[in-house]
């Protein structure tokens, strides 16, 4: 996501060749600058008539989609960008806005999924990674395309290894989450003083790094840990 600079702002259409531009009524343009949210779909309205502004929904992030060869980075292309509020957007509506945008991916690509797909970890995100682990409910992944046309093989021959692998069509369907976020957030967290960490079955104190610790941290922070609901 990107930050926008707020405000509405007028943009001309420019006139396709025919067939590629179906007719239209002419226009003085549209206007852009709006949210796409649960409540109103913003990003995109017609200025005649002109339209009530509602300066509420103005858009204050972005959310751009983006494709690029498997084999190397050299060219990536930007073929979706929505833009958005900072809050409102449930993990629902990105999982089934990002099931719309690899579908079209598929369809024009003789019928052939992306190998992988990649995103953050915010929690917008999260059903779009369970679903790639078979861990998503059917009754939310019927709502999305591509993903509704996907089915599961179990990965059991790993020991331990309780997910499974994604297919569509016959054509298996990775996805990895940005390390660099998730370094992120990890060492972020794991400074913290007023929170405790579980890396697998261990709980990390702070403490531990600081030599003999200092005067009265390790009674402060003992007691949040005791008052803390795990």
Same mark, same amino acid.
């Given at each position: 996501?990107?930050?926008?600079?707020?405000?509405?702002?007028?943009?001309?259409? $420019?006139?396709?060749?025919?067939?590629?531009?179906?007719p239209q009524p002419p226009e003085l343009g549209v206007l852009v600058g709006g949210a796409d949210s649960e409540a109103k779909d913003l990003s995109y309205l017609r200025s005649h008539p002109f339209p009530t502004l509602d300066y509420d929904h103005l858009a204050t992030l972005q959310m751009s989609y983006v494709v690029t060869r498997c084999d190397t980075n050299q060219h990536v292309w930007e073929i979706v960008k929505v833009p958005r509020l900072r809050k409102g957007h449930t993990k629902l509506k990105q999982f089934v806005e990002f099931g719309h945008v690899l579908k079209n991916a598929t369809v024009g690509n003789d019928n052939l999924p992306p190998i992988n797909t990649g995103q953050d970890f915010h929690g917008?995100? $999260?059903?779009?990674?369970?679903?790639?682990?078979?861990?998503?409910?059917?009754k939310y992944r019927l709502q999305a395309s591509f993903f509704k046309d996907?089915?599961?093989k179990s990965m059991g021959f790993i020991p331990m290894f309780v997910y499974h692998a994604m297919f569509y069509n016959g054509h298996f369907c990775s996805n990895s989450g940005c390390t660099k976020h998730l370094h992120k957030s990890w060492i972020d967290m794991l400074r913290?003083?007023?929170?405790?960490?579980?890396?697998?079955?261990?709980?990390?104190?702070p403490i531990s790094g600081i030599p003999g610790g200092r005067k009265g941290d390790k009674t402060k922070i003992y007691k949040q840990r005791k008052n803390a609901k795990l």
């Open positions: 996501m990107y930050y926008l600079l707020q405000g509405y702002d007028i943009v001309h259409k $420019l006139p396709l060749p025919a067939p590629l531009h179906p917008s995100h $999260l059903f779009i990674m369970m679903c790639n682990l078979g861990l998503l409910p059917k996907c089915n599961y913290s003083g007023i929170r405790f960490m579980k890396w697998f079955a261990f709980w990390v104190s």
